[in-house]
């Protein structure tokens, strides 16, 4: 069964800054999907990002950006220019590309801005 | 623009009551989810559907049953509340086609058991 790591409970961040949440996962798998979620104090489920393993190329939006390391089987997510707004949990997750699998999800990482 | 609807938002139940969370999207989609969220643990799927009148166990389906029986709504219950089932409850929905469709989540029911 796959599994998805966030080895860090908690980071903080000064305003305008960067920040970098880590993500590891395992699979025996060639063809899965990555994504991470962010959820605000008001409970929502957002999608940041998603990432095809299949793609080198990095997945970016505006200010978010992942770090894909298929190898190394890591997909980081990189926050630039942080905001108030950035502050929530985020959620790693995969899921498999074989079939309609459900997402794996990792334990989160509740993400602090600082003014 | 209502997406995915969780009813109830908040509950409070007796250990040993029953009752029925609903979830409801009008995007048209397959798939259909319900997961709970503890502090510490993330989200852990508890039960899916990939289709009307179809369910599939989770990760942690003991203690709960779902339904389908309609493609928009999808039903969690629980048969006799125990103080374990105190939880945030999310349910979400996603596309038949391809793995990178994202899901789309409800905003969650707040469920706590004396």
């Known amino acids: 069964a796959q599994t998805v790591t966030q080895s860090q409970p908690e980071m903080s961040v000064q305003e305008a800054e960067t920040v970098t949440l880590s993500c590891t996962y395992d699979t025996s798998e060639s063809d899965y999907y990555l994504f991470w979620y962010k959820q605000p104090p008001s409970r929502q489920m957002i999608l940041v990002i998603r990432q095809e393993a299949y793609k080198q190329q990095n997945a970016t939006e505006n200010r978010f950006s992942v770090n894909f390391q298929k190898a190394a089987k890591s997909f980081s997510l990189k926050i630039s220019d942080s905001q108030l707004g950035d502050a929530a949990m985020y959620f790693c997750?995969?899921?498999?590309?074989?079939?309609?699998?459900?997402?794996?999800f990792g334990k989160g990482t509740r993400l602090s801005v600082i003014a | 623009n209502a997406g995915v609807t969780q009813t109830p938002k908040f509950r409070v139940l007796k250990t040993g009551q029953s009752m029925t969370l609903l979830c409801a999207q009008d995007?048209?989609?397959?798939?259909m989810y319900w997961y709970r969220q503890d502090p510490g643990m993330g989200l852990r799927l508890i039960h899916y559907?990939?289709?009307?009148?179809?369910?599939a166990k989770g990760e942690v389906p003991d203690g709960y049953n779902v339904s389908r029986l309609k493609k928009q709504n999808f039903l969690l219950g629980l048969e006799s509340a125990a103080p374990s089932q105190t939880s945030v409850y999310f349910c979400?929905?996603?596309?038949?086609?391809?793995?990178?469709?994202?899901?789309?989540f409800g905003d969650g029911t707040r469920l706590s058991i004396l």
């Open positions: 559907s990939v289709g009307e009148g179809t369910t």
């Open positions: 995007m048209n989609h397959e798939y």
């Open positions: 979400a929905s996603s596309l038949t086609q391809g793995s990178n469709q994202p899901q789309h």
């Open positions: 997750a995969y899921r498999s590309g074989s079939g309609n699998t459900p997402l794996v």
